[in-house]
Nanobody, 115 residues
Framework: QVQLVESGGGLVQPGGSLRLSCAAS????????MGWYRQAPGKERELVAD???????NYADSVKGRFAISRDNAKNMVYLQMNSLKPDDTAVYYC?????????WGKGTLVTVSS
């Protein structure tokens, strides 16, 4: 069992930046991959980025070059640095982790990009 808790969401103007954090309740050395998903109003949940235990990363085309995912295995943390934010990035962002074939989710943090 893994509890994931996201933080760092909020209201930001277009072009601004936010850093999301995901804290895991246990060691993440075995959680592979870990990732960030998002769900905008009226849309399906989609992958934003994920990262393997060896720090290989994968990004949705819509965020490539703007977002960066990272993990700190010693602190049991995963981060999502979001730059050059656009109104289309508005969504609830969820942390996700895969452990022994099971997927665990946080409750999400809301990111609103608006002027």
């Amino acid at each position: 069992q893994v509890q994931l808790v996201e933080s760092g969401g909020g209201l930001v103007q277009p072009g601004g930046s936010l850093r999301l954090s995901c804290a895991a309740s246990r060691s993440i050395f075995s959680i592979n991959p870990m990732g960030w998903y998002r769900q905008a109003p009226g849309k399906e949940r989609e992958l934003v980025a994920d990262i393997t235990i060896s720090s290989d990363t994968n990004y949705a085309d819509s965020v490539k070059g703007r977002f960066a995912i990272s993990r700190d295995n010693a602190k049991n943390m995963v981060y999502l640095q979001m730059n050059s934010l656009k109104p289309d990035d508005t969504a609830v962002y969820y942390c996700n982790g895969a452990l022994y074939g099971r997927y665990f989710w946080g409750k999400g943090t809301l990111v609103t990009v608006s002027s």
